[in-house]
């Protein structure tokens, strides 16, 4: 497994790839954005039925979508920086 970056694992001293912690960066990032979207989706509906929308879907969006946009960020950055270190890509 040469090449390959690991992160040490808090549990058991087991090496996790970077890989792994990459994906699960990737997930949490698509979850905070598919749910803060289903807030706001929420609030429109709720908007436009002439109801006053509820403080709990008004704060999920404002919570989640800085949250997922924060861990796409750090994603693209992590990939970028694992691509120039491999150095990928030069002829």
């Known amino acids: 497994m040469e090449g390959q970056c690991r992160t040490m694992d808090l549990k058991g001293g087991r090496a996790l790839s970077a890989n792994r912690v ?5 997930v949490a990032a ?4 598919s749910i803060g979207a289903l ?3 929420g609030v429109l509906v709720q ?6 929308p509820s403080p709990f879907l ?3 969006p404002m919570l989640l979508v800085p949250i997922a ?5 750090a994603a693209m950055i992590r990939a970028a ?5 491999t150095e990928v890509g030069h002829s």
């Open 47 to 52: 908007a436009w039925m002439g109801l006053t």
């Open 39 to 41: 807030g706001l989706i």
């Open 58 to 60: 008004t704060y999920l």
């Open 22 to 26: 990459d994906t699960a960066v990737v």
């Open 69 to 73: 946009v924060v861990l796409a960020c």
């Open 30 to 33: 698509v979850a905070a954005a």
């Open 81 to 85: 920086y694992r691509r120039r270190r």
